[in-house]
């Protein structure tokens, strides 16, 4: 079996077992029983973190110990149509031509295909290499929590490469700091009136995308649009909202979002009358960057309903109107690099209230602390409570690493040119790991993967052997 297909071969059965975060346990049990059959010990952490212990090839035993790094979790991202149970069906792949994709779904080669790889070169023993430490993380979809309660006595190694970046040909010595703000607005629920009418709002088929990558690529937010077209109509029309919800993670760009509310019957050709101008508006402005934007406004017949205030109706859309997303600020030293951005990536009416989590990044620390602040003074504003996470610091880059230095020179060697150094407004657990361990020299790199934490994820199969070759060399080094 070539390199490719043992790699792809791992992949799927990495796919085949649900690991969402915070459901990592299968994950985790397969890959400590499938190391016990290729002769290495494994051991885990408290937090639920796994570390795999390779034993070097023959004639590498006096090498450095080395730690490839991932996660065991993926990001749970489905279209409209699909009937995927996350909780119980493997991912399915689908093949086309030089690309593989999922069928409706979040492909989960973030960070399943870093797993793949790892699996493959304990497999392959033409791999030659020094001791090994396999460190696989949870939840770093939701925070990094795996890597912030890493136990450092699991490892011995003091070079890690993480290979849970997305561009193959790119090393990565750098990324964002992040944090999010759990937001909630006190409301009161009453009963819809006999003279009121229940309309459903949808926002479906917008791009998505990772909150981090993506941020400044043109992707809308569907919480904010759906926000703005409930704002024009409450401008107009009394409206009082039964129904809100959109986005399901944090770190992703929200596709899809959904309201129901209910207005005066006399109001409801008015209220069919905005939404058309507001309609046609929208998707002009939007026809080139979200070819797949479905809006519907629908009157619904059902049982009455309850509903919010006016009033609270409209602190709820004022709220959600003033909460700034996307890009805050570029960076002055590297323009072409988002420096400081904001995704409101969650929100639900809830029983005591809506909910927003807002999720934050920046490469500087203290612009990071400014956006989280200028978030909470809004919702403060509106009279809604605050909790933030834990804000974690930016991975600051160190340009005079050993281990850059080394694989610069593998990857020229190899392919004749210069690799591209970067920084990333995505999250990465290089920096965590390294403080938690005393300090470690810290890479990432990876294969080319686009459109994570969405269902239009999709990994590029040439730039698996791509870099195969890479670590096989630089292994080797």
């Known amino acids: 079996m070539n390199p490719t297909e043992l790699i792809l071969s791992n992949f799927e059965k990495v796919s085949s077992i649900p690991r969402g975060t915070k459901y990592e346990a299968g994950i985790r049990n397969w890959l400590i029983a499938w190391a016990a059959e290729h002769n290495c010990t494994s051991k885990t952490d408290a937090a639920g973190n796994l570390v795999i212990y390779v034993p070097s090839s023959a004639g590498y035993e006096d090498r450095p110990t080395l730690i490839l790094q991932g996660h065991m979790d993926m990001v749970w991202q489905k279209t409209n149509e699909s009937m995927h149970d996350f909780e119980h069906d493997p991912i399915q792949l689908i093949r086309d031509g030089d690309w593989i994709c999922a069928n409706g779904t979040t492909l989960g080669a973030d960070n399943g295909i870093g797993i793949a790889l790892m699996m493959s070169i304990v497999e392959d023993e033409t791999v030659k290499h020094p001791p090994l430490e396999l460190l696989l993380t949870v939840e770093e979809e939701m925070g990094v929590v795996g890597a912030d309660d890493l136990d450092p006595a699991l ?129 002009s402005e939007l026809a080139k960057t979200e070819t797949g934007l479905v809006l519907s406004l629908n009157e619904i017949k059902s049982e009455a309903i309850r509903a919010i205030s006016h009033a609270e109706t409209q602190a709820v859309i004022r709220l959600l109107a003033a909460l700034p997303h996307g890009v805050s600020s570029m960076s002055a030293d590297m323009p072409e690099f988002v420096e400081t951005s904001n995704n409101i990536g969650v929100m639900e009416l809830k029983e005591d209230g809506l909910s927003i989590i807002s999720n934050h990044r920046s490469s ?69 790991i390294s403080d938690r361990c005393g300090g470690l020299d810290t890479i990432s790199m990876g294969p080319t993967i686009k459109d994570l934490h969405s269902p239009d994820e999709r990994l590029y199969v040439p730039s698996l052997m791509n870099t195969w070759e890479f670590l096989k060399a630089l292994l080797v080094s």
Not at 404 to 426: F, M, Q
């Open 364 to 432: 500087v620390f203290s612009r990071l602390e400014e956006i989280t602040r200028r978030v909470e003074t809004v919702a403060w504003l509106a009279g809604a409570k605050t909790e933030r996470t834990k804000i974690f610091p930016p991975w600051q880059p160190n340009m005079e690493s050993s281990l850059l230095k080394k694989c610069a020179e593998t990857y020229r060697s190899i392919k004749e040119e210069d690799p591209k150094v970067e920084l990333t407004h995505g999250g990465l657990e290089c920096g965590i």
């Open 155 to 283: 490892l011995s190694g003091k070079t890690l490469i993480n290979i849970d970046s997305e561009t193959e040909g790119v090393f990565t010595v750098g990324c964002a700091g992040g944090g999010s703000v759990n937001i909630t607005l006190p409301v009161t629920w009453d009963a819809q009136n006999q003279n009121e009418v229940a309309f459903k709002l949808k926002v479906s088929g917008l791009q998505g995308g990772h909150s981090g990558e993506d941020i400044n690529k043109f992707r809308t937010n569907a919480n904010k649009l759906i926000t703005r077209i409930l704002d024009e109509i409450q401008r107009n029309v009394p409206i009082r909202l039964s129904t809100l919800k959109g986005g399901t993670a944090r770190n992703a760009i929200p596709r899809d979002a959904e309201a129901v509310f209910v207005c005066a019957t006399d109001k409801k050709e008015l209220c069919k009358e905005i939404f058309t101008a507001l309609q046609a508006t929208v998707q």
